[in-house]
């Protein structure tokens, strides 16, 4: 998969070297390391053919990047790849518009594989069905003598047909789970939607998953995506105790084509009984030495989302539904957790998505500082979708990187019809403040959340620097006063992934263009500092290098 690294010429292209540096137009990489930048790569050349004795066409592969542009490479700072390797098992309904296209797609995909026993697929749309709420009869019309269970978009919630909830034993006086919902007709019988763990899990318990073996193939699938996309290193940000095999296995196969760092899943029910089984995870992944594979963090639910009125917000829904929404640990437990983790040497990552969440997880990690000091641990808050004032402020007083996923910030389908009518409007447009956050001085890194949407870094560099729909809507951007310039939005995929992950602290560093880093780069055939953000989308990766090796090459005459 990884071809054996040689030197490489890089010219006739622009070199980005950061945010107000000036641009150089060539580079040279010497195995797995960049040895020169701009005006230096001949005299290095020259020096390296006197110590080689031999001339520099006999050893260095010359690459024309015909006017194109090298950046470090991406780093995806929040995603699950497993699950999004998997999504091409099953039913294909991440594409489907309608409630209708889904049906007819799990038909067909039950028609045709007449032996699976379960049908298990995903991800659907959340906001095609009023409230995110989905009927399980719906799916009986497709499959009413099999299970079908569907994972939503969000991966906090699934849509199953009657047969499902029957071998899950989900009936009318099944009680509420603990950490989960079961939304119910006027009658009492569950609906058919199984929103957060607690009720997922009714349903997960009984299925049968995937194979071993299939869920190897899609991480490999996953790994290749990214590289790709130009990416050379992944957060996975939920990681269950059954993958780190999975994990291992594929990095004996040599099925990584990206770096990636484990965090390994906390169970409010379980933890910290779970701790030692972490430690013990993390000395396998060590005990490996590959040099692709991590397991360094530790990942905490702190609340649900929005579209489920499982997020938790400091003042009542709209709605009035949830009232606040679902805090997944009690503060207390979850401050002592975080601080459990840190005192031996795991990076924790929150998700909080709701300004209550966001607090309670910035509460937790300034309880774990004032126990076990100011350690480089680097915690990470991910999503930050809505978070108040004075919070914001103390990202950069308590040294919290603020992963954030910049597709999210646009007034979508999703925003309109599920989540602004939750919140308010007000409040709504009081969501990912990246803009503030840098100007506050936190750290800001991205990511994408795949699969629960795109993982093409553009994509969300596109909405970060409009604040507009694909479409271009609104004209002037929804909340305009927060949009990045393109340089900030590339430094955040670049460099603040690579402090997320603790890049400078290798041997050999990644995450910026300098002699002596890793050849973590990514070869554009457009400059997006001079690309509309609606043609974004459409910047081709021409090649992916991490350490030097290419990941991925476009093919010949594909662009």
Known sequence: MIRNAKTIHLSNGVVWMGPGAPDQHELLIVGNRIEAVGADVVGRIAELERERGETAEKFVDRVDLEGGMIIPSFGEGHSHPIFGGLEARGPQIRACTSVEEIIDEVRRYAENNPDEEWILGASYDGSLAPSGLFDARWLDEAVPDRPVVLRAWDYHTVWCNTRALELAGIEANTPEPELGEIPRRQDGSPLGTLREWGAVDLVA???????????????????????????????????????????????????????????LLADPRVFPNSLEQMIAARQRIRELKHPLLTANSVKFFTDGVVENETG?????????AHDHGMLVWDSTHLAESVAAVMAVGFQPHLHAIGDAAVRCALDAIEHSQSINGDLDLRPVIAHVQLASEEDLARFA??????????LWAQEDALMTALTIPRLGQERADKQYQLKTLTHLGATLSFGSDWPCSSAAPFDGIAVATSRQTQ????????????ILDVETALFAYTAGTAHQAFADQRDVPWGQIARGSSADLVWLDADPRTTPPQQMPMIGIRATYLAGTVTFRVAQGAQ
Do not use: K
């Not at 957060?235 to 965090?263: H, S």
């Not at 479409?471 to 927060?482: A, R, V």
């Open 397 to 406: 007083t308590l040294g919290v990187t603020a992963n954030m996923q910049p």
């Open 471 to 482: 479409q271009g809507q609104p004209e002037l951007g929804w909340t305009p006063h927060q």
């Open 205 to 263: 318990a009984v299925n049968p998953g995937y194979s071993f073996d299939d869920r190897v193939a899609a991480l490999a699938r996953a790994t290749e995506h990214f590289a790709a996309l130009g990416v050379t290193w992944i957060q996975d940000a939920w990681v269950e105790p059954e993958d780190i095999d999975v994990y291992i296995e594929a990095a004996l196969r040599g099925a990584l084509a990206t770096r990636v760092n484990l965090a």
């Open 312 to 320: 938790a917000l400091l003042e009542p829904y709209c709605s009035g």
